[in-house]
């Protein structure tokens, strides 16, 4: 897909981060955009914003991507009002307050909500709008958000994260495949923002967990607002990617027909390799990759 002009795009967690730069990008490029996102405020904000940057409607659903039914309402108003869609980031997901903390003591309530955010989160997405597409038999595709931590290779300290992030990895390969078998115009590719640690506020996820994944105010709490707090507070010699820079190379591997929207770093590629040769030599791993 070259031109995003007149298209129709749909990006949940839409209002902040990657998911509100791809929808500037979108809207600058002249796309249909739908914001998707479960906080109502900052969606309005959002909204006001990238409705400036282009001629293409823009619209700001609230849709809570745990909830299948949620997710199915946010497709009928899509359809109703553009009768398509062409392009589907299922963007949203949430940081787990889990570092450092070993697997055997996470509530079971971080599990959840960590599982049904950024992996049922994708699969609703994939119910609802997928077979629509298909039968609108148009040239489309749905981008699930992975991360290399999971999607390629764990870090430790994030159990439930990295968890999740390989079951995306994994479901956007299937997906990938049998749209292939199906011979449609609907593709599917699967990105990892990066390639450092993307300056978002997925740190205060915690400021959007539904109640019924709180079992203790612990769970709410937001020590630092975005990554470059973080940096700042700690001291943590971490390096920092812009999300616009992500969106800008999501949207050039979409133009390019590509799978893997994977950005290139030395670094990231040792580490895939490392894993991939022990797994192959079938070394036991070692305490971090
Ligand atoms: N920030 C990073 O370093 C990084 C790295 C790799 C992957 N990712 C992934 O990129 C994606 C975007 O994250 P981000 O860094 O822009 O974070 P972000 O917190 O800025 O954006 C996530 C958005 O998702 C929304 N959201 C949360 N729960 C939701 C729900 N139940 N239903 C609908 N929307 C919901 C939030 O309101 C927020 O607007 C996520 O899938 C994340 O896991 C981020």
């Excluded at 359809?79 to 450092?100: K, P, W």
């Excluded at 629509?132 to 991360?147: C, D, K, Y």
């Amino acid at each position: 897909m070259q031109d995003f002009s007149g298209k129709v795009a749909v990006v949940t967690g839409g209002a902040s981060g990657v998911g509100k730069c791809l929808c500037a990008d979108l809207a600058r490029a002249g796309a249909h955009v739908v914001i998707a996102d479960i906080e109502p405020a900052r969606i309005e904000k959002t909204r006001a914003e990238i409705a400036a940057l282009g001629d293409g409607e823009v619209l700001g659903i609230v849709c809570d991507v745990t909830k299948e039914a949620s997710v199915r309402a946010l497709a009928e108003q899509v359809f109703a009002r553009f009768s398509t869609v062409h392009i589907l980031f299922n963007n949203a997901g949430v940081g787990l307050g889990e570092a450092q903390r070993k697997i055997w003591t996470l509530p079971l309530s971080d599990w959840r909500w960590g599982i049904d955010v950024n992996v049922l989160g994708v699969v609703h997405g994939i119910a609802a709008f997928v077979p629509r597409m298909l039968e609108a038999g148009e040239e489309g595709v749905v981008v699930n958000t992975s991360s290399t931590n999971g999607g390629l290779r764990s870090l430790p300290n994030t159990p439930i994260y990295a968890a999740t992030k390989a079951a995306v990895t994994s479901i956007s390969e299937v997906l990938h495949q049998q749209l292939l078998r199906e011979g449609s115009l609907l593709r599917a590719a699967v990105l990892f923002p990066g390639p450092h640690t993307v300056n978002t506020g997925i740190m205060a996820s915690g400021e959007v967990r539904p109640a019924d994944y709180v079992e203790n105010a612990a769970q709410t709490k937001v020590a630092y607002r975005t990554m470059e707090d973080l940096v700042r507070t700690t001291g943590l010699k971490l390096r920092l990617t812009e999300p616009e820079e992500v969106a800008a190379f999501a949207l050039e591997g979409v133009r390019a027909r590509r799978f893997w929207l994977l950005p290139a770093s030395a670094e990231n590629d040792a580490l895939i390799a490392a894993r991939t040769q022990q797994i192959l030599a079938r070394q036991d791993p070692p305490s971090a990759w």
